[in-house]
């Protein structure tokens, strides 16, 4: 079976480079919560990460269209389109997209001091139902608004600003449900 970690036609990401993480890791703002890895995959055909050594980020998936699978201390689960799901920091994982259907994703590796009140106990695949109230749009344009600062360089304010974004991306996803209107 072919299996791939990038490379796929339409993606888009940025690994920030370790001495960069080094320096959000010792800025008041930014060890809070900060970005390690983004990106954008398509289609991902034949799309499959293995880590059998631990990372020290928490991984962010967000399945927009196809399907995938993950697995972390032995369990097995599915994603569908329409939801995340954040795998814990320090635990060996798998996840690939679909054979037959693959999926498109959103994905942040992120860390940082207050990174755990985002990604704990959040391994399990949630949903974001598309429907007028759900505020998708908004958090695409979130995702796109960190992604675009950090293509434009590694200022502190750019860094400062995406770590701001990022916690606002992921309390939308994670505290926030759907606005019902008045």
């Given at each position: 079976m072919l299996k791939l970690k990038e490379g796929f036609n339409g993606e888009r990401a940025i690994v920030l ?137 590694y200022t502190k304010e750019n860094l400062i600003y995406s770590s701001v974004v990022l916690q606002h991306y992921l ?12």
């Amino acid at each position: 079976m072919l299996k791939l970690k990038e490379g796929f036609n339409g993606e888009r990401a940025i690994v920030l480079p370790k001495i960069i993480v080094d320096l959000l890791d010792k800025d008041p703002l930014a060890s809070m919560l900060h970005i390690t890895d983004i990106g954008y995959y398509p289609k991902a055909e034949h799309h499959y990460i293995e880590r059998k050594e631990a990372i020290n980020q928490y991984v962010f998936i967000y399945c927009i269209d196809g399907c995938g699978w993950y697995n972390i201390n032995g369990n097995r689960n599915e994603v569908q389109a329409n939801q995340y799901f954040i795998l814990p920091a320090g635990i060996p994982h798998t996840y690939a997209a679909d054979i037959n259907n693959p999926w498109t994703i959103y994905w942040i590796h992120f860390a940082g001091s207050q990174a755990g009140a985002y990604g704990e106990n959040r391994s399990t695949p949630l949903s974001v139902t598309p429907d007028v109230d759900s505020r998708i749009n908004n958090r695409h344009h979130l995702f796109e608004e960190i992604y675009n600062t950090l293509m434009s360089g590694y200022t502190k304010e750019n860094l400062i600003y995406s770590s701001v974004v990022l916690q606002h991306y992921l309390a939308s996803l994670v505290f926030v449900r759907p606005y019902r209107g008045a």
